[in-house]
């Protein structure tokens, strides 16, 4: 939470931060009530790892039924756009290009939660009217972004000098620069014919993560570091992996603008700095 401050203090030296877990209804509709927020971009929720009924309530608690909270919260207050932030997990093993229409079929208990969210926001629309619109990302990468993630590890690992292991890089996957989803954001929570509609946000390309490694690699001049083939696939490892983005263009007027190798640049000159700082 101190370090997500930090990076909206960077933009915005004037934000106002109301503290509420959405798991606790009382306080949060309370907090909600007093704020009279005109919009709401809805970006919380955990990714719990492993097969396990532990994985299974963390996901459903925090993604489905604090999402629950916070939508019951915006009743009635006036709000004119509320955007949740789904995920591509949510289509798991369906047939690529992912499509809005398609069938759910989540592998992990992130993308069966997400769906649940997604579809209780259509219930929402259709008993209340509340204008959501939910967003369904791919890959999201750029500065400041989780030290957990592929793109992140790989990054500090070249620029330190050090080898990076992964698997033989053979998934394919769709990556979209944090920019162009903060204006997916911003489109959609300004796009009234938007509200109770579903949205696919990502490049609309995949690239295997051999080709990102090796982008990766010759941007840094660490290609000899790469280590294919030194972990294993995960069990539920989904090979193809993109999303059809024509609904967005249509009805949200967005795509991306930011091509893959100009977002790996602008993150790789963010390490660098704070490689430098160090």
């Known amino acids: 939470m101190v370090r997500r401050r930090k990076n909206v203090r960077l933009i915005n030296t004037d934000a106002t931060f109301v503290t509420a877990d959405i798991l606790d209804y009382p306080t949060l509709s309370q907090q909600i009530r007093h704020f009279q927020p005109e919009m709401v971009f809805h970006l919380a929720a955990v990714r719990p790892t492993g097969r396990s009924w532990s994985a299974i309530q963390q996901a459903y608690q925090t ?8 939508l019951r919260s915006l009743q009635d207050t006036g709000c004119r756009a509320v955007v949740l932030l789904g ?8 047939a690529t290009p992912y499509r809005e229409l398609d ?17 209780l926001a259509g219930l929402c629309w259709e008993y209340f009217k509340l204008p959501v619109v939910v967003l369904r990302p791919t890959l999201v990468y750029g500065p400041a972004q989780g030290e957990h993630l592929f793109l992140s590890q790989l990054m500090r690992s070249l620029l330190y000098k050090r080898p990076f292991a992964m698997t033989a890089g053979q998934q394919y996957r769709d990556f979209v620069y944090v920019a162009d989803v903060v204006e997916a954001l911003w489109r959609a929570a300004n796009t009234p014919r938007a509200a109770g509609g579903v949205f696919n946000i990502g490049s609309g390309q995949s690239v295997s993560l051999r080709d ?3 982008t990766v690699g010759a941007l840094t001049g660490g290609t000899d570091l790469l280590r294919y083939g030194a972990k294993p ?6 090979f193809a992996y993109c999303v059809d983005i024509k609904l967005a263009r249509q009805i949200l007027q967005w795509q991306p603008a930011t091509s893959l190798e100009q977002g790996l640049t602008t993150t790789l000159q963010w390490y660098r700095q704070i490689l430098n700082k160090n």
Do not use: F, I, W
Not at 63 to 70: A, F, K, S, V, Y
């Open 212 to 214: 990102v490694a090796e």
């Open 63 to 70: 993604n489905l039924l604090g999402t629950m909270n916070l």
């Open 233 to 238: 696939y995960a069990a539920e490892e989904q």
């Open 103 to 119: 069938r759910l079929r989540p592998v992990s208990a992130y993308g069966a939660a997400k769906a649940a969210a997604t579809m």
């Open 87 to 94: 995920s591509a997990a949510e289509y798991g093993r369906g």
